[in-house]
C-alpha cells in the first residue's frame, strides 16, 4: 500500500465515500505536498520540544568540555586548535 491509498483509506474511515473524491482536480504530487503538510502541522509542536531539548542538552555538555582540546580542521587539514566544547555547537 502507498501512502495515496492509505491517506484514502483513513480518510474514508473517518468521512465516509466522499474520501473517493478526494483526487479530484490534484495530481499525486499535489498530494503529496499537502499531506506533508498537514503531517508537520499535527508532529511540529512534539518535534519542536524534542529539538529544544537536544539543542539544551547540546549546551549544556559544550559547557561542560571547554578545557578539553582537539585540533580544528580547515579543508581536511588540521588548524587551530578548538575546544571539545566548541565542536559540541558547531
Given at each position: 500500500?502507498?501512502?495515496?491509498s492509505a491517506v484514502e483509506r483513513r480518510l474514508g474511515?473517518?468521512?465516509?465515500?466522499?474520501?473517493?473524491?478526494?483526487?479530484?482536480?490534484?495530481?499525486?504530487?499535489?498530494?503529496v505536498a499537502t499531506d506533508l503538510r498537514l503531517w508537520?502541522?499535527?508532529?511540529?509542536?512534539?518535534?519542536?520540544?524534542?529539538?529544544?531539548?537536544?539543542?539544551?542538552a547540546l549546551i549544556d555538555r559544550a559547557e561542560a568540555?571547554?578545557?578539553?582540546?582537539?585540533?580544528?580542521?580547515?579543508?581536511?587539514?588540521?588548524?587551530?586548535?578548538?575546544?571539545?566544547?566548541?565542536?559540541?555547537?558547531?
Amino acid at each position: 500500500e502507498d501512502v495515496h491509498s492509505a491517506v484514502e483509506r483513513r480518510l474514508g474511515e473517518l468521512v465516509g465515500p466522499v474520501a473517493g473524491k478526494l483526487h479530484t482536480g490534484r495530481s499525486r504530487n499535489d498530494q503529496v505536498a499537502t499531506d506533508l503538510r498537514l503531517w508537520l502541522m499535527d508532529h511540529l509542536p512534539r518535534l519542536v520540544v524534542g529539538l529544544a531539548g537536544l539543542l539544551h542538552a547540546l549546551i549544556d555538555r559544550a559547557e561542560a568540555e571547554t578545557s578539553i582540546l582537539l585540533p580544528g580542521y580547515t579543508h581536511t587539514q588540521r588548524a587551530q586548535p578548538i575546544s571539545l566544547g566548541h565542536w559540541w555547537l558547531s
